[in-house]
Each structure stands twice: as structure tokens, then as C-alpha cells.
């Protein structure tokens, strides 16, 4: 049932509601979810993220554990979109995941 329900997204519809969504924490959410029923689908969703959009609502968060529920979530789909998202980020925020975050093996969070 989670397959088929997964299957039939329309990526760039959902991209395109993803690109304009203000909550952070619903976006990492819903990748989560779809992952669920189709690591493919989740996959092709995060690819389809504006990186550049989401990571400017990243950078204004204040809430932290909303930024890493986001990113984490997104990092458990792809580690590669994860990565361009943080790179995109300011440093303080770089170096705040990294603390909070350390098992996760995010190339841009070596860096900070």
C-alpha cells in the first residue's frame, strides 16, 4: 500500500509545494515519510529540492532542533543533498549541527 501510495507522487508538484513550504520541519518530515513507502520516490524528491531556497529558510531558523530534524531527515534519504544544503549554510549554524550531530557522516560537517 506505502509502494503504490509512494509511486504515484507527482515529484515536481510536490517539489514545487516543498519549494514554497515555511516550515522546515515539515519538509524533512514529509522526505522521511515518503522514504517509508519508496526510498526511490524520497530519493527523487530530495534531488528536486530548490537547495539554494531551502537553505535560506535553514540559515533563518532559530529553532535548532527543527534545523536538524530537517536535515537529518533529508541526510537518511541522501547524504549528497544533505551535504549542498549544509554547505549552503552559515558557519555558526555549520558548527551547531556538527556538535549536535556528530554521527552523522556529512562531508561538510568534517569541514567546519
Known amino acids: 500500500m506505502a509502494l503504490s501510495l509512494a509511486n504515484s507522487i507527482d515529484i515536481s508538484f ?19 515519510g515518503i522514504a ?26 532559530e529553532d535548532i532542533e ?7 531527515n533529508i541526510a537518511m534519504v541522501s547524504e ?7 554547505n549552503c549554510l552559515n558557519s555558526k549554524l555549520k558548527y551547531e549541527l556538527q556538535k549536535r550531530m556528530p554521527d552523522l557522516k556529512i562531508q561538510a560537517l568534517a569541514s567546519v
Do not use: P, Y
Request: proline share 0%; charged share 25%.
Open 66 to 72: 527543527k534545523v536538524e530534524l530537517c536535515v537529518s
Open 80 to 86: 549528497k543533498v544533505a551535504n549542498e544544503i549544509i
Open 14 to 32: 510536490l517539489s514545487s509545494k516543498i519549494n514554497i513550504e515555511k516550515n522546515i520541519r515539515w519538509v524533512g518530515w514529509c522526505i522521511f
Open 36 to 61: 517509508k513507502g519508496s526510498e526511490e520516490v524520497a530519493l527523487s524528491l530530495a534531488n528536486s529540492i530548490d537547495i539554494t531556497a531551502l537553505s535560506s529558510k535553514i540559515d533563518k531558523e
